[in-house]
């Protein structure tokens, strides 16, 4: 990476599980619990921490490749929200019909 260094930015890709949990609030079926808030907090703190502690710190000169980095994650979680939902859907019609057929 000339962008950043590598682990800062593998560290901010590897976000988008997080992201997921964020999406929820766009849901109508799903709910956001305060554990998942919990669970945000700590991990954007961590990241924050993480990436401010190491040994460059948080450099502003770095701001681009984290910017990346975290437009990764949320692409990447936009991508497979709606996938894992239209696919749970169809697990759901394939149980309830005994069948499996797109």
Not at 29 to 58: D, M, P, Y
């Amino acid at each position: 990476m000339t962008l950043a260094p590598a682990v800062d930015v593998s560290l901010l890709a590897y976000l988008w599980p997080l992201f997921i949990v964020l999406m929820t609030l766009f849901l109508p079926s799903e709910s956001l619990r305060k554990q998942h808030l919990l669970g945000v907090v700590l991990a954007l703190t961590g990241c924050w921490l993480l990436i401010g502690g190491n040994s460059s710190g948080f450099a502003l000169r770095n701001l681009d490749g984290y910017l990346v980095a975290f437009s990764c994650a949320l692409i990447w979680s936009a991508f497979v929200n709606p996938a894992h939902r239209s696919l749970s859907s169809m697990t759901r019609k394939c149980l309830m019909e005994s069948r499996c057929s797109p």
